[in-house]
């Protein structure tokens, strides 16, 4: 393999990674929650969507302020987004989702596509259905090699990108592993009944599951906002549909199989697009997940569902 | 038992305080596209009728709560009466006159002096999606299969009979059948990959399926062409006459024929007729296939797969035969379309689609077909009643699918009682 060829397969490592890393932040949420109560939240796509704009919004209203330091700026615009977007997330549990504990398994689910219809027409309705381009937040990289006529780069957004997920993933193992949330979290995922016959609160974790979720979207739909510069209210739909790839890729109800999920559908991706056709590469991301599941039918890293008469 | 007022008010203020939060970001705060970048605006008069709205609402909700409540309380409460074994009960009698009554309105709907083309449209449309839900009723509601990308079959069906007509020249009717057949194909080998798994699995995987379905008729410009569709798909005829002013070489033509004045609201009204036809066919051979093994495999596979097992049913078939016959029906109906259409393109078979069929089936209550008739009526009408409001009605209808799930859970009409039940056991 000569050096340009290195090259480019490097540049699409780089590319891949960072898109898998917004898609694995997603997939987490849509992880969680099915871990708690079983059910795919359809609506987590328009949530992430939901943090996009809850970021543009914060930025321009940043620039017209004259706040322009970069880390300052940042800083907000994650913070803001983060508490609107959770308090999205938790109103729409407690209105679409906690009425249908112990539903039909359906229901919940025709509740969440209603829920995802609604919030992507309300915010097209009350921001416009055009795109909002946003003028970029980071500019520059690094170049990492210099070749003949090739220049393997890594941009500082790209960076920022992968540095964030890295540490949010950290920090969030520990927070599940170590806090008593974490443990009222999985102790919820093992039997609800006996978690709150122990005291513990059962709706309340739900609840906080759904806050953790959204603000995870929150802070990828504020890295995709800088990482492409443009965003409308339609993208959440094909983000949320790849990250719930990722995580039944990984195998659904598992942490550290959301982050593999998404690392390998970005990857997928970008290699895809790279070496063979930018048209088709949905269709190899559906078809690596439905190959993974003929051979082991709980996903990657998930465990295997054992059936108890 | 009614709650203090202070409970209520309180109660509303912390909704409304939960709704100023989560106006300001999208109604309070928007932005503008401009030749400097976004720029803010805000619209803090909206915020204030939000929050008072969700104020007020959640107050009445509260009182409704109680209204209901007590009136429930006062009511003895009525114990299930034992049914006798082989007499048909008060439901079933009573879905039995709502099938007829339905089906003769439909029958002389378009024979009626108040149906116009708008009419006769809209009743085509909901038959369409009856027969989708019927079909993916056979799938999700009797073998209890998850399935997001119903609309595949939709699209291959639809596809077939375009690309039929258009390579080799195939009439509607001989096409029919086949894409019938060929969407059943797609069904069978669908569920190859998936009889493994089970549940959400399923649902990533069938919703793949529709993902990628889409996406090739979208990239394959030189059979499909591309996001272009397909168009001049020939309308169908009537045993050789044609519904058109001019007929094409060769056919006769339905007008001149029968002697009445042209209009094109005959072939509206035939198409209608066509599609009614269709959805009594497959709701009867539906029901007759409940009554036949494989039927009463797939509810059996539904209830208890493992219980299925030892008792020699074979899942396998089941489970393929299922999407197979599933995918057939969403193949007539996709045929059908086309022909209505005369024209297919990728954007008629987008996920929403399947979500819409999914929820026709659902809130319908699963397994039910008078559930599924009225469900879609609901679901097609909702947004066509609320013309007027256009840019909101997709607003309303979303929030509708989640008020009706939550006040039915199991569907309007909820009767999953299988076919065949032992008298002790309660389903």
Known sequence: ?309 | MATPIETKLKDSAAAAGLALVLSIPFIGLHTISTDQGLVVESRWSWVAWAVGLVFIGRLLLGFARDALAARAASRPKKQAKPVAAGEPTLAARLTRAFMAVALLFAVTLPFMPYSDRYIIDLGTTVLIYILLALGLNVTVGLAGLLDLGFVAFYAIGAYSFALLSKFFGLDFWVCLPLSGLIAALFGALLSLPILRLRGDYLAIVTLGFGEITRIVILNWQSLTGGPNGVSGIPRPGLFGLSFDRRPPEGMGSFHELTGIDFSGEHRLMFLYLIVLALVCLVAWVINRLRALPVGRAWEALREDEIACRSLGINPTASKVSAYAIGGMMGGFAGCFFAARQGFVSPESFGFIESALILAIVVLGGMGSQVGVVIAALFIVMLPELGREFADYRMIVFGLAMITIMVWRPGGLLSTRVPTVKLDQKGA
């Open chain 1, 1 to 309: 393999m000569d050096a340009s060829a290195l090259g480019t397969f490097l540049q699409y490592l780089i590319n891949g990674i960072t898109l898998g890393a917004i898609y694995g932040l997603i997939a987490i949420g849509y992880t969680m929650v099915y871990g708690i109560i079983r059910m795919i939240n359809f609506a987590h796509g328009e949530i992430y969507m939901i943090g996009a704009f809850v970021a543009v919004t914060t930025f321009s209203l940043l620039s017209a302020l004259g706040i322009a330091a970069v880390p300052l700026a940042l800083l907000l615009v994650l913070l803001v987004s983060i508490f609107f977007t959770a308090a999205y997330g938790w109103t729409v549990e407690r209105i679409a989702y906690r009425p249908l504990r112990g539903a039909p398994k359906l229901a919940p689910l025709i509740s969440a596509i209603g829920m995802s219809i609604f919030l992507q027409n309300y915010v097209m309705q009350t921001q416009g259905s055009r795109p909002k381009p946003l003028a970029p937040v980071m500019n520059g990289g690094i170049n990492l090699w210099q070749g003949d006529g090739f220049t393997l780069s890594i941009s500082y957004i790209q960076l920022f990108i992968i540095v964030l997920t890295f540490a949010l993933m950290v920090g969030f193992t520990q927070l599940i592993n170590r806090t008593a949330l974490g443990r009222a979290q999985r102790a919820c995922e093992q039997d609800r009944t006996m978690a709150g016959l122990l005291g513990i609160n059962v709706d309340r974790t739900i609840s906080l599951t759904f806050v953790m979720g959204a603000a995870l979207a929150a802070v990828a739909g504020v890295l995709v906002t800088m990482y492409y510069g443009v965003i409308d209210f339609y993208i959440g739909f094909l983000a949320g549909m790849k990250a719930f790839t990722a995580a039944v890729l990984g195998g659904i109800g598992s942490l550290p199989g959301a982050m593999l999920g998404g690392l390998l559908i970005g990857l997928i991706e970008a290699f895809f697009t790279g070496y063979i056709s930018g048209a088709y590469k949905d269709v190899a991301s559906f078809s690596v997940l439905i190959a993974v599941l003929v051979f082991r039918p709980t996903g990657l890293l998930g465990r295997p569902d054992i059936e108890k008469v």
